[in-house]
Structure formats: structure tokens, C-alpha cells
């Protein structure tokens, strides 16, 4: 079983679309959490940590569920340039980073 | 990426042929990371450092050798170049219980 498994979608949305994506880790311990975005032959960048009171930015918005060891992540009101693969990751022991293989998003006009 | 600079960008080497990747940074992070991406599969860590000195071994570290001399400077050595390297590697910086930082990557082909 992956430590950390992501729907790799594509999800193709609509712009204005809302649009959201679950992942899930098998770490129990594991206390922090990212979503990372990727464009086509970039390198990651990071979008949102998630905290387990949730929280929003903009349009995104980031929910922890420890006791189902899921995260997810909703973005609102889809653009254009949302259009990116989408990587959670897990943080073991405070140094280690363990990445999902990410989410397609495309959202079309 | 202001911050952490990756050389080279791209490298096509012939299978049995030795190289280094550099990985620079100028933000005074603790630690350093050097990671593989490879389609379908996610960013796998190679090797890692948490200070000057220090290396470890992360996922997949067969076929690889580090260096952090400097602080500044983290090294990825390709002993024997094989095709199943062919990859792109990217450098992270980061502190303890904080997000890491991207370099822009470096393609690498092995033929």
C-alpha cells in the first residue's frame, strides 16, 4: 500500500466549476500535512499547508480528518490557471517529505 | 526559483558514465534534499542531509552518492549512470516541521 494515494483524475471542470480532491495517508502518526502544486515540467510549489482545524486561502480551502487519515482539498470558482497536477504530502518525523503522485486538475473555458 | 539553483538543467550521458548535480542555496536552510520524479510515480527521496556534514539514505538511494561539505552546497553523485536513472531530479530545501523549497529541476537522460 502507497503512504500516501491520490486519485490521479484528470478531473476536467468547467471554469466557475468547484472542484475537490481526496487523499489518503496510512501514517498515524504523521502531524503535518501540505498540498503542492506542479505545472507541466516545473518543479512543485507549495500551495497550502493544512492544518486539522482546516483552513482556507482565497479559494482554496484544506480539511484534515485524522480519524479517517484523510485530507482533501476544495477549490472554488475554477480558473483557467488552476490547471496543474496537485500533490499532497505527508511530513514524517518533522524532516521527511512523502508525496502522493498527485491529482490532475484541467479546467476549460 | 530564487533561492535554490540546480546545474546542470539538462545532461544526456552514455551508460557506464559518472556525474554530479549541484544544488546551491542562498536561504541558510538546515536541510537539504535531492529527489526523483518519475511518471506516474511521485517525488521519491534519494538522499537528504540535515546539516553540514551530514547525509542519509531516503527511498531510493541505490546507485547515488552525496556530499554537503557546505552548508550552502548539496552534491548528487551518479557513480555509474544506467538507463533506469534516466529521471528528473529535483533539490529541496527546508527546515525542521516546515514545507520544503523546489529548485527547478534537472532532466537527465541515460542512453
Known amino acids: 500500500r502507497k503512504e500516501v494515494e491520490q486519485d490521479p483524475g484528470p478531473f476536467n471542470v468547467p471554469e466557475g466549476a468547484t472542484v475537490a480532491f481526496n487523499c489518503t495517508y496510512s501514517?498515524?502518526?504523521?502531524?503535518?500535512f501540505f498540498w503542492y502544486r506542479q505545472d507541466c515540467r516545473k518543479e512543485p510549489k507549495l500551495l497550502m499547508s493544512?492544518?486539522?482545524s482546516g483552513n482556507e486561502d482565497g479559494r482554496f480551502t484544506a480539511q484534515l480528518n485524522r480519524a479517517s487519515q484523510y485530507i482533501s482539498l476544495l477549490i472554488r470558482d475554477s480558473k483557467l490557471s488552476d490547471s496543474a497536477t496537485y500533490l499532497c504530502?505527508?511530513?514524517?518525523?518533522?524532516?521527511?517529505?512523502?508525496f502522493g503522485a498527485g491529482t490532475i486538475l484541467r479546467v476549460k473555458s | 526559483n530564487a533561492g535554490v539553483t540546480q546545474t546542470p538543467k539538462f545532461r544526456v550521458l552514455k551508460t557506464g558514465q559518472s556525474m554530479t548535480l549541484l544544488c546551491a542555496q542562498d536561504?541558510?536552510?538546515?536541510?537539504m534534499y535531492w529527489y526523483r520524479q518519475d511518471p506516474g510515480m511521485g517525488l521519491r527521496l534519494i538522499h537528504y542531509?540535515?546539516?553540514?556534514?551530514?547525509?542519509a539514505k531516503g527511498e531510493v538511494p541505490d546507485g547515488y552518492n552525496v556530499s554537503r561539505l557546505k552548508k550552502q552546497n548539496f552534491l548528487l553523485g551518479l557513480e555509474s549512470a544506467a538507463p533506469s536513472q534516466t529521471s528528473v531530479y529535483f533539490c529541496?530545501?527546508?527546515?525542521?516541521?516546515?514545507?520544503?523549497?523546489f529548485g527547478d529541476g534537472t532532466r537527465l537522460s541515460i542512453l
Open positions: 504530502v505527508d511530513m514524517e518525523y518533522g524532516n521527511k517529505l512523502v
Open positions: 501514517n498515524s502518526a504523521s502531524q503535518s
Open positions: 493544512v492544518y486539522s
Open positions: 536561504m541558510n536552510h538546515e536541510y
Open positions: 542531509s540535515v546539516g553540514e556534514g551530514t547525509t
Open positions: 529541496a530545501v527546508g527546515d525542521s516541521n516546515q514545507p520544503q523549497h
